[in-house]
């Protein structure tokens, strides 16, 4: 905003007084228009070199987060080819091959053949068996690993699966002493 300061001499004395008013209230005017925009200005850079501070500090922790997630995938990457889970099936034999150690399940759409090896856990009732045991038409139950084009099994419990103990009493059969 421009201001136009004027002064007209009328008498010599008063005509000094007023310029020297005016110049006074010209320099307030321009002190105190110049101290609102420093001060805005020192505002302004310590609002910027605080948003630099935060930035610098948050700046490794972001850095570190997309590491992190990084390593994770890396390192679900390396679990799935190392270790693959093992899937629960069960189900009745339909065949069995004692050469080729493999037992064929039923299933809904297609049947599935289950390998056999020496690793492989083979129980009924909970005691150690070998492959001879498992014969068609016995109710098979466990864990294999899908490998390329067959299943590779882990354990295989022969017989139906016995049901769970009840973890409470009946409604009536609370006896109150």
Request: proline letters at 4%.
């Amino acid at each position: 905003m421009r201001r136009a300061f004027s002064c007209r001499v009328s008498k010599a004395g008063a005509g000094r007084e007023r310029f020297v008013e005016n110049v006074l209230a010209q320099l307030e005017y321009f002190r105190r228009a110049g101290l609102q925009k420093i001060e805005l200005m020192k505002r302004l850079g310590l609002f910027g070199v605080g948003l630099f501070v935060v930035g610098m500090q948050m700046a490794p922790a972001l850095f570190a987060a997309d590491q992190k997630t990084d390593e994770k995938a890396k390192m679900s990457e390396k679990t799935a080819a190392v270790l693959p889970r093992a899937i629960p099936f069960q189900g009745n034999v339909v065949a069995t091959d004692s050469v080729a150690r493999t037992f064929t399940l039923n299933g809904k759409a297609k049947e599935r053949v289950f390998k056999v090896n020496d690793q492989t856990e083979i129980l009924i009732d909970n005691k150690q068996t070998q492959f001879g045991a498992i014969t068609v038409g016995s109710i098979v139950r466990g864990t294999a690993l899908k490998q390329e084009d067959a299943w590779e099994t882990k354990r295989v419990s022969i017989g139906p699966k016995e049901p769970a103990a009840p973890t409470h009493a009946a409604p009536g059969s609370d006896v109150k002493k």
